[in-house]
């Protein structure tokens, strides 16, 4: 680990072009700085026996880097995803780790659910679910945590060939769940004859990158640190390491002045015009739109024939998210039809950064034009304390102007 300054950065970048794991990603962050006490405390919260988490120095291919050991005596190696959302919703976490870990397990659940043409309550993890994956997402989310909850971007998935044996046998790499979570992800080949990428690896960065726009190179900013996790494998071509950056991303310049240049992405708008859906089914599609990856959705009140009140549906989102947007408009509306069409999106620089209010940490979306708390977090303290959350959130705003210079 290296880096200068005891500012704590508010961008975190990813480097997965020869593949990811989950204790590649865990050790990453342990390796930039993250406390293996704090990620050992959030683990032991589940309130599960029988397992130690070890840390320590190793080289690939000549590079330093950290490897993290989970050793485990848990028998129990199939476990229902219902039963690990549970257990993840009752733990003593703070809300951030909790919210990405769950995140992280629906996502491998969909994704074990489509391949193996189930629904998700019947999906029963093997491999991801055995206690070294549960160690390796808590974990990693908790790390994530403790470096200050940085907003995360990440390059592309390196992806080997050949095959790897699984719970129902030998199948081929990409493993048929990886390439499920895949889908309009950025990858890269690697020269390497086995798994490079794995499904628990790749649930993590995909529930960790929140948007489209954020996968590719590193973003604009100034280097803080570079942390790299070793896998357990040690393969002859290349350096089996992740490698995780920690950056303070472009903003006021020396003058005062902020940087307010917008980045052009290609996105897609699809609407629909129903008037036969009730307003909690809009509420549900916009919500889950939002979670299937979608820039954005929302409903408007419309006029239709005849003097009908409607409403008309809109979601924006990346190209290669249409068809799976195509499908839950059909499936919660039942329209018979709609319209598309290519959109520039104009998107100003922004980054994410943490005050405390209370005692409890309060998200900061800060863009070059103002900063506003997040709304979850503000209502979470306004529920512990009584007060109101509109008095929370100035009180928040408050704090974060008192941090700017």
């Known amino acids: 680990m290296n880096g ?10 990813i480097n997965p072009a020869v593949g990811v794991a989950g204790d590649m990603l865990l050790a990453a962050l342990v390796d930039l700085g993250a406390s293996l006490d704090a990620v050992r405390a959030a683990v032991g919260s589940l309130g599960i026996d029988g397992w130690t988490l070890d840390a320590g120095g190793t080289t690939r291919r000549g590079l330093t880097a950290t490897s993290v050991t989970v050793h485990a005596e848990d028998g129990q190696r199939h476990r229902p995803w219902s039963a690990i959302d549970a257990r993840l919703a009752d ?7 909790s919210r990405g870990a769950r995140r992280t397990f629906e996502l491998l659940a969909r994704a074990e659910a489509a391949v193996h043409g189930v629904e998700m309550d019947q999906v029963h993890f093997h491999e991801v679910g055995a206690i ?5 997402i808590v974990g990693t989310w908790a790390a994530w945590s403790d470096l200050g909850e940085p907003d995360v971007s990440a390059g592309p998935v390196g992806l080997g060939v050949g095959t790897v044996a699984m719970a129902h046998g030998t199948v081929a790499v ?6 499920e979570l895949l889908r309009g992800i950025p990858t890269v080949p690697v020269d390497a004859a086995g798994e490079t990428a794995t499904p628990t690896g790749v649930a993590l960065l995909v529930s ?12 604009a900013g100034t280097v803080h640190s570079v942390g790299r996790g070793a896998g357990s494998w040690d393969p002859p071509g290349h350096a089996n390491v992740v490698t995780a950056v920690a950056f303070e991303p472009t903003g006021p310049t020396a003058d005062g002045e902020v940087s307010v240049e917008t980045v052009l992405i290609e996105t897609v708008l699809i609407e629909t015009t129903v008037d036969d859906v009730t307003p909690e089914v809009l509420g549900h599609l916009i919500d889950a739109a939002i979670a299937m990856g979608a820039d954005d959705a929302w409903v408007l009140p419309v006029t239709m024939k005849k003097s009908r009140p409607g409403h008309q549906v809109r979601v924006l989102c990346s190209p290669p998210l249409v068809p799976e947007v195509r499908g839950l408009l059909a499936r919660e509306t039942g329209t018979l039809g709609w319209r598309e069409w290519s959109v520039t999106k104009h998107e100003l620089p922004r980054h994410e950064t943490v005050v405390e209010l209370d005692g409890r940490p309060v998200r900061i979306k800060v863009g070059p034009h103002g900063a506003k708390p997040e709304h979850d977090d503000v209502v979470g303290i306004a529920r512990a304390s009584g007060r109101a959350a509109r008095d929370v959130a100035a009180e928040a705003a408050a704090a974060f102007r008192d941090t700017l210079p």
């Open 91 to 97: 733990a003593d976490l703070p809300a951030a780790i």
């Open 132 to 136: 070294d994956a549960l160690v390796d």
């Open 4 to 13: 200068t300054g005891d500012r704590t950065p508010s961008g975190l970048w």
């Open 208 to 219: 960790m990158v929140d948007s489209p726009d954020r996968w590719g190179a590193m973003p």
């Open 174 to 179: 990409p493993a048929p769940a990886t390439l």
